[in-house]
């Protein structure tokens, strides 16, 4: 049995495994390929990838080596690790945003290789288990799937997934709650600094939770959607952002709400929309964790920068592949990604 590290051990070792990820000038010179098969060539030859990617070559078959190749990221430093807070973090997260796009998928029965773009593996939903998930009919199969793995969310999904019409906005605030749960949980047994990503991972979910309501139906009382846990917005900055008449009101509310957090700006920049908000802040937690790294090198940092590049690159590497089938110009693509330099 290898032994676990102390984590400044493990840092040191995430910080090789950075090494070996894209950089930020490698992605941008990969963009703009004119076609699926010659972006394939050229992330080939780059050589960062662990898999090969399957012939003939598509969007589908460059997600699937994008994502393996996480995966064994991923399993590398969990063997080095073992069980820990920074990891459970991560891994809590990952979960979240899995089961959200599988849910999502479900609903609106989108084809199972585009409910898995974007997805990374966990221990709780390894590869297989997302494959899995992805091939289920209705969100009530992914629920009953996710007893059988015996997923920690199992159970507040069946009861909401067992209705005639599941809303998707109810299986998303249950999502955020169980991520909330185990996130913190984690979090307790790590730094300020681990404590303080944990924290700030909520309030963007409420955030966008906000966004979300205020743009959609209101038929329910917006307190219950609140998830407590998060470090910059209180319930009451929530509930009036979500009462708002409109969606740049709301945003206004918000940005108020968030008077002197680093979020704040990432509100005012996303323009009401909950998709470019989570990218925004995404951006900005890598460049915070960048610079706490830098500062405090035996903390949870470098380990957090490591998983945040492995998704930063996953999530690039799909937008240049997207960007290559459909034509997209280079520098349309280039601003989209979130690999910050250096």
Do not use: K
Not at 19 to 46: D, K, V
Not at 60 to 88: N, Y
Not at 276 to 287: G, P, S
Request: charge should be positive; glycine fraction near 6%.
């Amino acid at each position: 049995m290898m032994t676990r590290l102390d984590l400044p051990t493990i840092d040191a070792r995430a910080s090789g495994l950075r090494a070996r990820l894209f950089g930020r000038a490698e992605l941008e010179a990969l963009a703009g390929a004119p076609s699926i098969a010659a972006f394939t060539r050229e992330l080939e030859l780059a050589g960062r990838l662990l898999e090969p990617i399957e012939r003939p070559a598509s969007t589908a078959t460059v997600e699937s080596a994008i994502r393996h190749t996480a995966a064994l990221h991923l399993r590398v430093l969990s063997r080095w690790a073992g069980p820990g807070p920074a990891l459970d973090v991560f891994y809590a997260d990952q979960d979240r945003r899995s089961l959200r796009a599988l849910m999502r998928g479900a609903l609106q029965a989108a084809p199972s290789e585009e409910r898995l773009a974007g997805l990374l593996p966990t221990p709780r939903l390894p590869e297989r288990a997302l494959t899995l998930l992805a091939r289920q009919p209705t969100p009530a199969r992914v629920a009953a799937q996710l007893v059988l793995l015996q997923h920690p969310d199992a159970g507040r999904l069946s009861a909401l997934t067992a209705r005639a019409h599941p809303v998707l906005l109810d299986l998303e605030r249950a999502l955020v709650s169980g991520f909330a749960e185990r996130s913190l949980a984690a979090a307790r047994g790590g730094d300020r600094n681990l404590r303080e990503v944990a924290r700030q991972r909520i309030d963007v979910c409420n955030l966008e939770m906000a966004l979300t309501f205020a743009s959609g139906p209101r038929d329910v009382e917006p307190s219950v959607l609140f998830t407590e846990g998060g470090s910059a917005l209180v319930r009451a900055g929530f509930v009036e952002a979500c009462r708002a008449p409109s969606v740049a009101d709301a945003t206004r509310r918000l940005e108020h709400a968030l008077e002197g957090s680093p979020l704040q700006s990432v509100a005012r920049s996303a323009g009401g929309a909950p998709a470019r908000l989570e990218l925004l802040a995404f951006r900005q937690v890598l460049l915070a964790q960048r610079r706490v790294a830098r500062l405090d090198p035996l903390g949870s940092a470098p380990l957090v920068l490591f998983m945040l590049r492995l998704q930063a690159q996953s999530d690039d590497l799909r937008r240049l592949a997207w960007g290559a089938t459909l034509g997209a110009p280079a520098e349309m693509i280039r601003a989209e990604l979130v690999t910050p330099w250096n």
